[in-house]
């Protein structure tokens, strides 16, 4: 995959429920941050104050539609919050999707 190309990855991850939420909740207080030091400077360095108030909202619509938040803070009863699937994988299907990327890359060069 290129720069602008989505993530296809079939990778599966056994984890914890736990686990999952904690990395998620580290990567959403994460990108909080730094959207937070973005707006801060293009208002207070450039003057721009729309793209805080845009912010502002944005900010708290994003806690109120994350699963971690739905299910910890406000005690909603989630089945399957993370599309998660619960059987490991069949080695059959996940060889044929290596195979056919494979040979998809083969032919490009």
């Not at 400077?41 to 912010?55: C, D, E, S, V």
Request: hydrophobic letters at 45%; glycine letters at 10%; charged letters at 15%.
């Amino acid at each position: 995959g290129g720069f602008l190309s989505p993530a296809t990855s079939t990778e599966h991850k056994e984890t914890t429920y736990l686990a999952h939420e904690m990395e998620l909740a580290g990567q959403n207080i994460n990108q909080s941050l730094i959207m937070v030091a973005i707006m801060s400077f293009l208002t207070f360095k450039m003057g721009a104050h729309m793209p805080l108030g845009i912010q502002a909202v944005m900010l708290p619509l994003n806690l109120f539609t994350s699963p971690v938040a739905q299910r910890h803070l406000f005690g909603m009863k989630l089945t399957k919050p993370y599309d998660e699937s619960l059987e490991p994988p069949v080695a059959g299907e996940t060889d044929a999707a290596d195979a056919d990327a494979g040979a998809g890359d083969a032919g490009a060069g």
